[in-house]
């Protein structure tokens, strides 16, 4: 349980009991006490099974894959995967790989639909930037959804991550991104529902010389 969801709770329960006290009528107290129950069930924080192969992506949050297309960034051909948060998901997020935290960019923005393509680029958001063991980079974005007023990161830059380590949460419906080298192979399709940290999204194999010296801009020697 994240501890959010016993604030919430107890500020509800005290709703209802002053409701209770002051109206003699204690059937005002039912909607502040089923208010409570659905904030102590919609910030649980359920165990997971991380999988320990190398290589692996797992999904960094609860939800429904919305898409998984090749992107074009100024970092080069990236792969990237959305997946929409609907208020009966797990809103606790996990990192999708592990490595050391080398970016942690938050932006304010607008609150649009979590399902809108514009939401990735007008939305609150929070960006995280992981540089895996292997050497490439992994991102993966928080953004805010048109019930989500508040991006919870608890992580700082220059900390070791560990595959599938809570990171934070989105408060109700949001949607979360992540950024693949354009290499890697993706293991879900739009439609597929996943669970964070347990579910694997995505496999990063080492990439082929070609491919460093196109990313790099490098000369090849011989």
């Keep these: 349980m994240v501890r959010d969801g016993y604030f919430y709770a107890l500020a509800l329960l005290g709703v209802a009991?002053?409701?209770?006290?002051?109206?003699?009528?204690?059937?005002?107290?039912?909607?502040?006490?089923?208010?409570?129950?659905?904030?102590l069930?919609?910030?649980r924080d359920p165990r997971r099974a991380i999988p320990d192969e190398?290589?692996?992506?797992v999904s960094p949050a609860d939800g429904k894959v919305t898409q998984v297309a090749l992107v074009t960034t100024p970092e080069g051909e990236r792969?990237?995967?959305?997946?929409?948060?609907?208020?009966?998901?797990?809103?606790?997020?996990?990192?999708?790989?592990?490595?050391?935290?080398r970016e942690v960019r938050y932006r304010k923005g607008a609150f649009l639909n979590a399902m809108n393509p514009a939401c990735a680029e007008h939305?609150?958001?929070?960006?995280?930037v992981v540089e895996c063991d292997e050497g490439y980079q992994v991102?993966?974005?928080?953004?805010?959804?048109?019930?989500?007023?508040?991006i919870v990161f608890t992580k700082r830059a220059g900390q070791a991550l560990a595959r599938g380590e809570r990171v934070g949460l989105i408060k109700f419906g949001s949607r979360t991104d992540v950024l693949l080298p354009g290499h890697?192979?993706?293991?879900?399709?739009?439609?597929?529902?996943?669970?964070?940290?347990?579910?694997v999204i995505a496999r990063v194999s080492p990439p082929d010389p070609e491919?460093?010296?196109?990313?790099?801009?490098?000369?090849?020697?011989?």
């Design 139 to 150: 991102s993966f974005i928080q953004i805010a959804g048109l019930l989500a007023r508040r």
């Design 41 to 43: 069930w919609f910030f």
């Design 54 to 57: 190398p290589g692996l992506v």
């Design 17 to 39: 009991l002053l409701l209770g006290l002051f109206t003699h009528a204690w059937g005002w107290a039912v909607p502040p006490l089923v208010l409570a129950l659905f904030f």
């Design 123 to 128: 939305n609150e958001q929070n960006l995280a």
């Design 211 to 222: 491919f460093l010296l196109a990313e790099t801009g490098a000369e090849l020697l011989v």
């Design 184 to 199: 890697a192979e993706p293991l879900v399709k739009p439609g597929d529902r996943v669970r964070g940290g347990s579910s």
């Design 79 to 101: 792969l990237r995967m959305s997946i929409f948060l609907s208020v009966f998901d797990v809103h606790v997020n996990r990192t999708p790989v592990a490595g050391i935290l």
